[in-house]
């Protein structure tokens, strides 16, 4: 697929300008303002509510608790356990416990400070060992484990006694908070119907209906979700957040409600990656081959449980990665705790387990004497391998291609000249494995529809959303290769369940490959349609008609236009020419719950400096090679790979919501520190590896998430090739860098023994 | 005396309290604010101008950025009565859907921008570096744009459009 480089997004000119309506930027006659008051304790028993003064004050329209829910008051995409309303408990900070609609957001929020509620403190769970210790308060009626996950091969205590070489390390992984610039938010307005529009951002916008549906006791038919343009979601928008609250209010004052989250609410209440303790057992004979490979996870999930089972599964099929380990086993165990919610977050639990498999590799490289390169190509998997955990997958000889960049990089010199000696320089590699899709056994329907609109524009509908990743010009460019034709012939329309078709979510790193497959079932159908209509309206044989830019072209003449959409258009009635598809994302065959089919591949080769005085790490040098079939739009590949890299460079390097006794220590981006313009690195390089097994048929994969999982593992590597100290703990802190420099004695003055003898 | 009156769309006006009057785009705009309306929510709720998006509502990501007389500064931290009298500029004063300026045609060139809900502050900060700096080193557009964060791009199509934008204006 050939595209210019430059070729425009059709979002361009309205986001350089300024001119493109957010959902945040709605605004809309006789709108209230809503707001949510949340949880004052991280685990608490309710005594009481009581806001007959919150009502009394004036412009205040209507005040909720969990009394005006009128269906299921619970959300949550697997198992519904998250209170809309906290009815007697509070399990977190983000747990909301009223609402407000008022005439400006400062009467929404008098009113939700004249709440009173009698809370009584519970025990603070705010760690994975306090919520399993014996005799701990249970957060859940399930208990306070949410879910267990398995998987063994093998024969593991055989393969450890085969082994030569054994390495074991326990890895931490943060918090890490999404950071989507536009805050959650939108507008409800209600209908006459007593149906409702809902205007604000998701991933899926079909999953918000049915779970609004489930908790305002409406049938689905009368909720609408409008959830595009989305300012960034990175998996941090899947789940509902302040939708329940806009909709509730709009239905109860019968006005149009406007809730938008402040930093500070959006930090509280939202969504972060899971922090994770992985340890790892990892054993190689002498030749290097891996024999045996022990992994548990233990997760701390929060306090409600949303997408927190899908992401264990994930983690624990990808603790083996990309190499075919005879022998394993892995356990998971995700832990309900009094902490901020963790959930789904672009990588899904991936990045944490190869930031640990990835680890083991190179201490068992070293350990070997070996190069970590060396070991890598030792144990990597064959085109025609199975998945990791045993499963059929689609051939591939991505992990041996992104692996051969890396080791070429890996010989690169370093770029520094040895001044001055407080510098030091050191590169590392790492690889990844990522499965796209939801999975086998889980439903993961996709679909399209192209139609020719009254206007005479071919129309591409999808339920997928915009959220800065670029699916439009995806769209557009698949439609444009398929069809021919120009940007000025498509429609796209996406982001409104009143207007789509069954997409399934935008999430999995699955929307560019399920929209170039839907074309391609749809696409001889459409051309057919499309000549069978014209040449019924002009009287020419199909077969002398083909599409082209405009419209209709006939062979044999001048290539210019012989009949246009625009006037084809005019002889159909709506409905005429439309094609639908609908399909489910491939699976495996084998029946193993969870497997992925279609993998992508990411190599990373980063080369960091440290500043030996001060801790500091500088990434200088970020190398990324991938694999994830043919590139559909070239800017959006590059940048997906280019800003994961960066957003997986603040995970290693800097970001972490720290949260104590249950709250966030961190509320707004003063605290928080995300990657800006000057971390940087000099040379940022992305390597497309467009190349698949011949008989190939599933088109692009999707780079969503990949740019964002091998990236800390190289970045840790690196720095030990410069200090030889191996990070385990994420994000690498400068206090532990110059512990490990002031340890190993880096600096000439001060050398261990001189401070030993004083 | 004061006297209050609701216009078409619901909103209340009082008029003669607190009116702040100050040119936006080279249009005079006049605002009922108190005068410690931050200026970002007179720019967004009630003049709808909402090209100026607010993010971290503390001054660290810039977001909201916008001109006052000339000057790059954020509008979350800044109240009505400051700009008072003043020239502001923002987002929509600088190109149109179909007029886009040097520097956003170059954002659209280059990936600058993906979710774009960094990309008007961005662009203010661009816009406000070249016309101070035409010929910028790397490191001064590193320093020039360090009040902005995008979370999508990773600044590599953000410098790219930078200094393409540079090169086209030399
Ligand atoms: S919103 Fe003003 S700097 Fe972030
Ligand atoms: S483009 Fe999304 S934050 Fe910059």
Not at chain 1, 35 to 63: F, L
Not at chain 1, 294 to 306: L, N, R, V
Request: glycine letters at 12%; one cysteine or more.
């Amino acid at each position: 697929m050939k595209q210019p480089e430059y070729q425009r997004r059709p979002d361009a000119e309205p986001k350089v300008t300024g001119s493109l309506k957010y959902l945040t930027d709605r605004f809309e006659d006789h709108m209230l303002i809503g707001k949510v008051m949340r949880s004052k304790h991280p685990h608490a028993r309710i005594k009481n509510i009581d806001t007959s003064a919150a009502e009394a004050i004036p412009g205040v329209y209507a005040v909720l608790t969990h009394k005006d829910v009128p269906g299921l008051n619970r959300f949550g995409i697997v198992m519904p356990d998250q209170p809309v309303f906290c009815e007697d408990r509070v399990r977190y900070t983000g747990d909301a416990v009223a609402a407000a609609a008022a005439e400006s957001a400062e009467a929404a929020e008098k009113a939700l400070a004249a709440v009173v509620v009698e809370y009584e403190p519970l025990p603070v769970l705010d760690s994975v060992e306090k919520a399993l210790s014996p005799g701990a308060e249970q957060l859940h009626e399930m208990g306070n484990i949410l879910h267990e996950a398995f998987y063994t091969r093998g024969d593991l205590q055989q393969g450890f006694a085969d082994c030569t070489c054994i390495v074991e390390e326990t890895y931490q992984l943060p918090r890490q908070m999404h950071g989507y610039m536009e805050t959650e938010g939108g507008v409800v307005v209600p209908g006459q119907d007593g149906g409702i529009s809902v205007y604000m951002a998701t991933q899926h916008g079909f999953k918000d209906r049915f779970q609004l549906s489930r908790i305002l006791d409406t049938p689905e038919e009368k909720i609408r979700i409008i959830s595009s343009p989305i300012g960034g979601s990175f998996g941090g928008k899947d789940e509902l957040n302040l939708q329940p609250y806009g909709a509730l209010l709009a239905l109860k004052t019968g006005r149009p409600v406007q809730v938008h989250n402040t930093r500070k609410e959006s930090v509280r209440a939202g969504l972060k990656r899971h922090p994770m303790a992985i340890t790892m057992r990892t054993g190689a004979d002498e030749s290097g081959r891996v024999l045996a490979h022990e992994t548990t996870i233990y997760a701390d999930t929060g306090a409600y449980a949303t997408l927190g089972p899908a992401i264990l599964e994930f983690a624990v099929e990808h603790a083996s990665g990309l190499y075919p380990i005879p022998n394993i086993k892995t356990t998971g165990v995700s832990v309900f705790t009094n902490n901020g919610v963790a959930g789904e977050f672009r990588g899904f639990g991936g990045n944490q387990v190869t930031f640990a498999l990835e680890g083991q590799m190179d201490r068992l490289a070293e350990k070997l004497g070996m190069e970590g390169g060396q070991l890598r190509f030792i144990n990597m998997r064959k085109p025609s391998d199975a998945g990791p955990l045993g499963q059929e997958i689609a051939p591939t000889d991505g992990g041996k291609m992104v692996l051969d960049d890396v080791a070429a990089w890996q010989q690169l010199p370093l770029s520094n000249t040895g001044e001055p000696p407080w510098l030091k320089n050191g590169r590392g590699g790492a690889v990844s494995m990522h499965g796209g899709g939801l999975g086998y056994g889980r439903l993961d329907p996709s679909g399209g529809r192209l139609a020719l609109t009254k206007e005479g524009k071919l129309e591409a509908a999808f339920g997928f959303e915009e959220c800065g990743q670029g699916i439009v010009a995806v769209i557009e460019t698949v439609m444009k290769e398929a069809f021919s034709c120009n940007d000025e012939d498509i429609e796209i329309t996406i982001g409104d369940t009143s207007k789509v078709p069954v997409s399934g979510s935008t999430t999995a790193s699955r929307g560019t490959g399920m929209i170039w497959t839907a074309v391609e079932n749809m696409k001889a159908l459409f051309s057919r349609q499309l000549l069978t209509e014209a040449s019924r309206v002009t009287g020419t044989a199909a077969a002398d008609l083909y599409l082209g830019a405009g419209g209709i072209h006939k062979s044999g003449t001048e290539s210019s236009l012989f009949l246009s959409y625009k006037a084809l258009a005019e002889y159909v009635q709506a409905g005429d020419i439309e094609t639908h598809t609908s399909f489910d994302f491939p699976v495996t065959p084998d029946e193993i719950d969870s497997g992925h089919y279609l993998y992508s591949f990411g190599g990373v080769s980063a080369e960091v400096e440290v500043n030996l005085l001060t801790g500091a790490v500088r990434v200088l040098d970020l190398k990324q090679s991938v694999s994830a079939g043919p590139v559909v739009y070239p800017q959006g590949y590059r940048g997906q790979i280019e800003g994961g890299g960066i957003m997986a460079l603040g995970y290693t390097l800097m970001e972490d919501a720290v949260m104590e006794e249950g709250r966030y220590q961190t509320e707004n981006f003063d605290t928080y520190l995300m990657p800006g313009v000057k971390d940087l690195p000099d040379n940022v390089t992305v390597k497309p590896r467009e190349e698949v097994m011949e008989g190939d048929t599933y088109g692009p994969r999707g780079v969503g998430e990949i740019g964002t999982i091998a990236v800390a593992p190289a970045i840790a590597e690196a720095i030990y090739q410069a200090i030889g100290a191996r990070p385990k703990k994420l994000p690498v802190s400068r206090e532990w860098i110059l512990h490990q420099i002031q340890q190993r004695g880096l600096l000439p003055w001060n050398k261990p023994e001189k401070m030993l003898g004083g | 005396m004061e006297q209050t009156r609701k216009d078409a769309r619901g909103i209340e006006h009082r008029q003669g309290v607190n009116v702040c009057t100050f040119y936006l785009n080279g249009m005079q705009a006049s605002v009922n604010a108190s005068p410690l309306a931050r200026v970002v929510d007179m720019l967004r709720d009630q003049l709808h101008e909402t090209g100026t998006k607010i993010s971290c509502g503390i001054g660290r990501c810039g977001a909201c950025s916008i001109w006052v007389n000339g000057q790059l500064t954020s509008s979350c931290l800044l109240l009505a009565y400051q700009v008072e009298g003043k020239e502001v500029t923002t987002i929509e004063g600088i190109g149109t859907e179909e007029r886009c300026s040097i520097v956003q045609e170059a954002f659209i060139n280059e990936g600058g921008f993906q979710c774009g809900y960094c990309t008007p502050g961005m662009i203010m900060a661009t816009e406000a570096l070249l016309k101070q700096t035409p010929d910028p080193s790397d490191e001064e557009i590193r320093d020039g744009l360090s009040g902005n964060i995008c979370r999508c791009t990773g600044y590599s199509g953000i410098i790219r459009a930078v200094k393409a934008a540079a090169a086209r204006l030399a």
